[in-house]
């Protein structure tokens, strides 16, 4: 009996070890893998605290994760020096610091992880010292072959200082010996038969030869152009969709950047793999059917561009999903009744407006283009009264389009009030206008942002250059501060960009004439919205007090994508911003900054409320002291301003009413 016990005691325990991962594997199983909150750690272990540079030098960190580190930055103030290349031993960055002023500058790394979790180092201040480097190596004067540049002093020979043709040759390079002694060596005056050819060498002005090295002790300028090549897709290919095009890149001191183009059009900025590859993912509406000639272009931080050899590719059309149903894509939320095609009908009408009642039968009888009036009916689409201010615009001369939407903008979800302001741009070319028939944008960059096609019907694609204008003084009911401290953006974002990029807003941080008030911005990495949706609130125009740019924004919990669509909305009530992605908004409770303050980024507290005086109302650029900066690189649709702040709840039925497109519905 306690044999046998033991045995069905051994059994059991045998069992209970079975089951137990069954259990926790099965179908079943409600164990979840935790999702990774861990921030990585990063230091930067080069330059030194204090130390000085020049020249090109190695910026080097070390950065560890609970997961993996997948990318560092390195940042001196609020831009990006560029990102670092994964090595044995940490992460290194080559830079040419000629791009930098001479003098002090703090260096910052970032380090993210797979799951988005971002951490940044603490900062090193540094010195650069280009312009007190140009003559290193003086000290090689003093051989004797380069004394004869100052023969133009031969006077000294008769009989003032014999004593260096005592011994001519070892003599000359102390220099400091001529002057102390002349009267030691005067016994030895009469050797000097071969004084004649020695004078050059130990006139006793020794600074004067010295500088003549200095020439040859500069820097050279790399003038040197890095190299690039094309490796993926292979010339002749025919692609079709989103196409990933993937190129190398070398450079004697280091490659900082690599575009790929088609013609004269950019088709965006590569990111680098940790394999050391530049990649850019193209989508449909960057890369059009038909054929084109792609190269790649490489540039150094001396400035230096190299081309790679160019291909050819031929895109075709990839089918969309089924029922994209591409004739009314100006209301394509009516999906319940298929019925509604003709749009004529009151039912079609009725998901993207909030009560379609019998009554808009009637002012369903004009053009299809037309069914944004039976939005005018609810008392919400007229709240914002959008067509009392606007015709104070003083440029009305383009209203050779006033017919696609002359009534007020509709609402643009159920319960969701109209927008001050809209643009759908659905003029061929700028300006611009609103869907109010006012407030045009105009053309302001150094190229043109290109209207183009989206789920929606059409947008407008940014190319890295190019952005949008309305004056300061045409803004009208855009300066929301003036009468007001409550406003949303909000706004569709195909991203194609890897650096900071502006979507809309009225912020103008030129130093001479700031006037930022608010703006949707992306990936601000200076104070903590690195890779995120970030919405900038201003009452002075001016930067934070005590701090050299305008810490005041809101940054998003979670991190944006690229290449995909993606609501990004700022809000702001007088008391906070929030920032949206995708109708939601992340909570981010804790941040430090590099002057070792910790706050909230999401909500970000602010209480000032809004600059009222008017500014530039800008789309995918602001304008910096410098010039316009910040360019987006992508496509936006739907962008719009409300004067209120619209709350969570609004911005997810927001979000849900202009979701089906992207699902094929």
Do not use: C
């Amino acid at each position: 009996m306690h044999r046998s016990g033991r045995r069905a005691t051994l059994i059991g325990v045998l069992a209970a070890l079975l089951v137990v991962p069954i259990a926790l594997s099965g179908p079943g199983s409600t164990a979840v893998a935790a999702p990774d909150t861990v921030k990585p750690a990063v230091t930067i272990t080069a330059p030194t605290a204090g130390s000085s540079v020049g020249g090109t030098t190695s910026l080097e960190a070390r950065a560890t994760d609970d997961v993996a580190v997948t990318v560092v930055s390195f940042w001196e103030g609020s831009r990006r020096l560029g990102y670092a290349t994964a090595q044995p031993d940490g992460w290194t960055l080559l830079l040419d610091t000629r791009s930098l002023t001479d003098g002090s500058h703090l260096l910052l790394a970032k380090a993210r992880d797979a799951a988005g979790n971002i951490k940044d180092s603490a900062t090193v201040r540094f010195s650069v010292a280009n312009a007190a480097t140009p003559s290193p190596t003086p000290t090689t004067s003093p051989s004797p072959t380069q004394g004869p540049t100052s023969s133009a002093t031969p006077a000294p020979s008769p009989t003032a200082t014999p004593v260096p043709s005592a011994t001519p040759t070892t003599g000359a390079t102390p220099t400091v010996a001529p002057t102390p002694s002349p009267t030691a060596s005067s016994p030895t005056p009469r050797p000097t038969p071969t004084a004649s050819p020695t004078p050059t060498a130990t006139p006793s002005p020794t600074a004067a030869p010295t500088p003549t090295a200095a020439p040859t002790g500069s820097p050279r300028p790399d003038t040197v152009k890095p190299t690039a090549a094309i490796t993926s897709p292979s010339s002749g290919a025919t692609v079709g969709g989103t196409t990933t095009l993937t190129a190398t890149a070398a450079d004697d001191v280091g490659v900082t950047n690599v575009s790929f183009w088609s013609g004269s059009t950019r088709l965006g900025n590569a990111a680098q793999t940790s394999a050391g590859e530049w990649v850019l993912v193209t989508s449909p509406s960057t890369l059009t059917v038909g054929t084109h000639t792609v190269l790649a272009k490489a540039r150094d931080a001396a400035g230096n561009i190299g081309s790679s050899r160019t291909i050819s590719l031929t895109v075709v059309a990839v089918p969309p999903s089924p029922t994209v149903t591409p004739t009314p894509t100006r209301t394509p939320t009516a999906t319940p009744t298929a019925s509604a095609t003709p749009t004529a009908t009151p039912t079609a009408s009725a998901t993207p407006t909030p009560t379609p009642t019998a009554a808009p039968t009637s002012s369903a009888t004009p053009t299809p283009t037309a069914t944004p009036t039976s939005s005018a009916t609810p008392t919400p689409t007229r709240s914002p009264t959008p067509t009392a201010s606007p015709t104070q615009t003083p440029t009305p001369t383009p209203t050779a389009t006033p017919t696609p939407t002359a009534s007020p903008t509709p609402s643009p979800a159920p319960g969701v009030p109209a927008p001050l302001a809209q643009w759908d741009f659905s003029q061929l070319s700028a300006p611009f206008y609103s869907t109010a028939n006012d407030l045009p944008l105009v053309q302001a960059g150094r190229t043109q942002a290109v209207r183009t096609s989206t789920p929606w019907g059409t947008g407008i694609r940014m190319t890295g250059t190019s952005y949008l204008r309305i004056p300061a003084e045409s803004t009208g009911r855009l300066t929301i501060g003036a009468t007001g401290n409550a406003v949303t953006v909000a706004s569709w974002v195909y991203m194609t960009d890897s650096n900071t990029g502006f979507v809309a807003g009225s912020w103008k941080e030129n130093a001479a004439n700031p006037s930022r008030s608010y703006g949707l911005f992306y990936d601000l990495g200076t104070y903590g919205g690195d890779e995120r949706a970030n919405f900038h609130v201003s009452r002075s125009g001016g930067p934070t007090p005590g701090y050299p740019y305008s810490r005041d924004y809101s940054a998003s919990g979670n991190t944006f994508s690229r290449y995909s669509w993606q609501l990004h909305v700022g809000t702001y009530d007088g008391a906070a911003a929030i920032s949206y992605l995708d109708g939601t908004a992340v909570e981010y409770p804790r941040f430090t900054d590099n002057k070792k303050n910790t706050y909230a980024k999401n909500p970000y507290v602010f209480t000032e409320g809004l600059n009222p005086t008017p500014g530039d109302f800008t789309v995918g650029a602001v304008e910096l002291s410098g010039g316009p900066g910040n360019y987006a690189q992508g496509t936006f649709d739907k962008i719009r301003v409300w004067d209120t702040a619209l709350t969570a709840d609004l911005v997810k039925a927001l979000y849900d009413a202009e979701r089906p497109p992207l699902l094929g519905r």
